[in-house]
């Protein structure tokens, strides 16, 4: 699980061009959303492509993304339940 | 109509300089886009999405808003030849090379409005906004609405536009056989303020901007109905701004104007499809700083047979 959050702060961090962040400035609990990371609507789509593409999760419901993407613990909860 | 504010990044040190104008100097291989720090224009959250072509504008944009005191402008409107280049062979590449979804992105920001967008977005400015996108002319066309809006109930109107280079465009001008004029593909932007009413930052007044297809007409018979349109002639124009792609010779255009003193713009820009919004930058400053010259054409021929004519005035003339 370690290992699976690691990778997705890396991914986040080049996908979303978040150049002044680094690894550890993410906290597995720190909100993704909103002032903490300051991720957006455009950035939201980003990482619904990024569970597709990278993990074969399409989330059917996109009522979901919200409570999925709060946090890095959140999504590595999601992906490794229901990673194909 | 005056011009209230302007701003231009380029290859030349043009970026808050009213000085610029006096320290020009001629491209070489060398050259090298003048660029801000745009932290100092765009959020962080918003800076590190944006593609060279939008952070260009959105400085400039924002410099002519602090610039004029207008904060809120009736219209933001945009001319660009190529439009986001950058994004979009981003967004073409992902769509050949990437299996499954797209990311977005680069798709939502390929489009031409992006850049109109992305400064309606910053200012929180919820009016007219439009890119016109015609080739070389794409600039003129911008001025043109521009004066079809402050001639109906606008005031003041954010115009300007931008086009960048990508090494993929030096590619292609060198396989349409353009070799020495690749090395000089640049990218810009020049914004400006222009407004019905004169004020404490008015530099210069805007007389008029014309397009016309030659369709084998006299160059010449042409200019001087563009110029008799405008109650001017030949004789008192004191400089002409000629932008062209290399393959016209400088005396051709010379040739045209009779005595009048021609300088050819793109030795000191290089060459981008809306390179005449620089001639505009270049001529409001020259207008506002030397009291001798009192009207410039802009002579905008990167198309031969599409010709665009800017006429800009002292605000003494």
């Known amino acids: ?84 | 109509m005056y011009i209230n504010a302007c701003s231009t990044i380029s290859h030349q040190n043009s970026f808050k300089n009213e000085n610029w104008i006096n320290e020009l100097t001629l491209l070489n291989d060398e050259s090298e886009l003048i660029t801000p720090n745009y932290k100092e224009f765009i959020t962080p959250t918003a800076l590190r999405r944006m593609s060279k072509i939008i952070k260009m504008s959105l400085a400039c944009g924002k410099d002519c808003i602090e610039q004029s005191g207008i904060e809120n402008p009736d219209a933001i409107i945009v001319g660009t030849g190529l439009g986001c280049l950058a994004d979009t062979e981003k967004f073409l590449d992902n769509s050949l090379t990437i299996k499954g979804l797209i990311p977005p992105t680069s798709f939502i920001q390929s489009t031409h409005n992006t850049i109109a967008g992305q400064i309606s977005l910053a200012l929180k400015n919820h009016n007219y906004n439009v890119t016109h996108t015609q080739n070389s002319l794409s600039f003129e066309h911008a001025l043109i609405d521009s004066i079809l809006c402050l001639n109906e109930e606008d005031s003041n109107i954010l115009v300007g536009s931008a086009d960048e280079a990508i090494p993929l465009l030096g590619e292609i001008i060198d396989n349409l056989g353009f070799e020495k004029i690749s090395k000089h593909m640049t990218s810009g932007a020049s914004f400006f303020m222009l407004s019905n009413n004169k004020t404490n930052t008015s530099k210069a007044k805007l007389i008029d901007s014309y397009t016309v297809g030659l369709n084998n007409s006299d160059p010449k018979k042409v200019i001087n109905e563009f110029l008799e349109q405008n109650n001017t002639s030949l004789n008192n124009i004191d400089l002409v701004l000629s932008n062209s792609f290399g393959s016209i010779n400088i005396s051709e255009i010379e040739e045209l104007f009779n005595s009048t003193k021609v300088t050819p713009v793109e030795q000191y820009t290089g060459y981008h499809l809306t390179n005449a919004a620089f001639s505009m930058h270049l001529a409001t400053e020259t207008l506002n700083q030397d009291s001798t010259i009192k009207r410039i054409l802009i002579y905008n021929t990167l198309n031969n047979s599409n010709i665009g004519f800017t006429l800009l005035q002292s605000l003494e003339a």
């Open chain 1, 1 to 84: 699980m370690e290992k699976l959050k690691r990778e997705l702060k890396e991914q986040i961090i080049e996908l979303l061009n978040l150049e002044d962040i680094k690894v550890s400035d993410i906290g597995d609990d720190t909100a993704l959303f909103g002032e903490s990371l300051g991720l957006d609507s455009i950035d939201a789509l980003e990482l619904i492509v990024l569970m597709e593409n990278g993990y074969g999760i399409e989330l059917a419901n996109p009522e979901e993304g919200k409570d999925i993407f709060a946090t890095i613990n959140s999504m590595a909860d999601y992906i490794s339940k229901n990673k194909k």
